[in-house]
């Protein structure tokens, strides 16, 4: 292999195959939650589900924590799919994949059957100055005044799956052991923004890591993680971005 093929190699490997996952997660999360919004808009004010615990009050406000939240919604759509192929491979992005399609799908579901308007943040104070607040007000509060899409939380549903997907692989190199270190942080830090900023309630965290770990053992016992990643690498070969080996049980 001369130069100019190993670069193209790489730029496949690296670039344009967790690209394509990038893409469909991408198009599966927003689908699941503008559409789920779309369809509750209708409704929603004459049929909706409480689902404040007293706890959800005592939970302070911190516009701090609305750079964490924001890092976690732009690491889950554009990132996750390009680091969990560089540190442990492309194999842990497919089971990614249909964990979290099937996870959204029923997050879909819940957006339409059971709307949870968000009303935490009537505990938001209604000005405030600096940078952090100037992110909150013009990025984050519109999103939470005017939708229904709260139970499960989208967001912990990612988080909690990569945290899943990357402890699946026992290899013990630093590559993996950054990779499980990575998805522990952004769990337990994105976990927290999201109550800290008043963008969903417990049981909306609960419920999500409830429903990723359902679908976790489920597929894990079963042969969906392998057969789904089969369908992946056939597709890669059919694009030129594989080799035969590759597709083999």
């Known amino acids: 292999m001369n130069k100019k093929e190993h ?5 496949k490997k690296y670039f344009l195959v967790p690209l394509i996952p990038t893409l469909i997660i991408a198009v599966m999360q927003c689908g699941a939650y503008y559409l789920g919004s779309f369809i509750n808009s209708f409704y929603k004010e004459v049929w909706y589900v409480n689902i404040k615990l007293p706890l959800d009050d005592k939970i302070p406000f911190v516009v701090g924590f609305s750079w964490v939240y924001l890092f976690g919604v732009g690491f889950n759509v554009a990132m996750a799919s390009f680091v969990i192929n560089l540190l442990i491979g492309r194999k842990a992005v497919h089971m990614l994949v249909v964990l979290e399609g099937s996870c959204f799908l029923v997050c879909f579901l819940c957006f339409i059957v059971i709307p949870s308007p968000n009303t935490l943040t009537d505990n938001v104070p209604p000005t405030g100055s600096g940078a952090s607040w100037w992110l909150y007000s013009t990025i984050i509060a519109p999103d939470a005044v005017n939708n229904a899409n709260n139970m499960p939380s989208i967001h912990i549903v990612f988080l909690i799956a990569i945290l ?15 990779m499980q270190s990575l998805s522990v942080v952004l769990f337990v830090t994105v976990s927290l923004s999201v109550l800290f900023v008043k963008q969903h309630f417990i049981l909306d965290v609960i419920v999500a890591i409830i429903l990723a770990i359902i679908f976790y053992i489920v597929f894990r016992f079963t042969k969906v993680f392998e057969n789904n990643n089969l369908l992946f690498e056939r597709m890669y070969l059919k694009m030129h971005l594989s080799n035969p080996k590759n597709v083999s049980r």
């Open 7 to 11: 670069k193209l190699d790489v730029f």
């Open 164 to 178: 899943l997907v990357s402890f699946s692989f026992i290899k013990k190199n630093v590559r993996t052991i950054c």
